[in-house]
């Protein structure tokens, strides 16, 4: 799947506008195993900032 962000706070109502919010995004994908369910994914951010996350198993 993919997925897109972008929200910000502001002190303002005058600042708010969509050229001032941080924008983000992901990429991912998951799959049944024997052990349950896996999750990879990658997230990118402005200025370069990247993760990566694998989640295993079922949530409770």
Request: hydrophobic share 40%.
């Amino acid at each position: 799947g993919v997925s897109l962000e972008a929200g910000n706070v502001w002190n303002e109502r005058s600042e708010i506008g969509f050229d001032s919010a941080l924008k983000q995004g992901s990429v991912f994908f998951g799959f049944d195993t024997l052990l349950g369910p896996v999750y990879l994914g990658s997230g990118f951010g402005e200025g370069g900032e990247n993760t990566f996350y694998l989640f295993l198993g079922r949530t409770f």
